[in-house]
């Protein structure tokens, strides 16, 4: 599987690669968002919606709580998951995760909380604080990883 490693030394940085990534995702992509708290799965998150959206003031609250927001764009409905709040990996399924999975774009934060639900053909994007910025590390589909 191709891996990609990048720095993004600001938010602007995470931004770029959310515009990035949105223009490549396409219905039935899966993109597990992994990182400790504060790496920055929603900002990025956030990027691709707005990207994708074509409106860099849409209103993106993380979903946290709700634990699933949905998005209908002009591709396809995106469906931006938090599953840090799971407490069984088959709770998903009362989310909506099989209709988001034949023809949305799925973004999940805390994606290893699915364990072996979590579908091998993903793009894995792992975030780490480094430094004053971010480090992520793309793994998975070649079509989103390579430039």
Known sequence: MPTFSLSLPDEAATERLGTTLAARLRPRDLVALE?????????LARAILRAASGDPGLIVPSPTFTLVEVYEMPRASFWHFDLYRLEEPEQVFELGWEEA???????????ERL?????HDRLTVRLAIEGE??????EGDRRLVED
């Open 133 to 138: 910025g971010r480090r992520a590390t793309l």
């Open 115 to 119: 364990g072996t639900l979590l579908p």
């Open 35 to 43: 990182g400790g708290l504060g790496a920055g799965k929603t900002t």
């Open 101 to 111: 999975r034949a023809d949305g774009v799925a973004l999940v934060e805390w994606a």
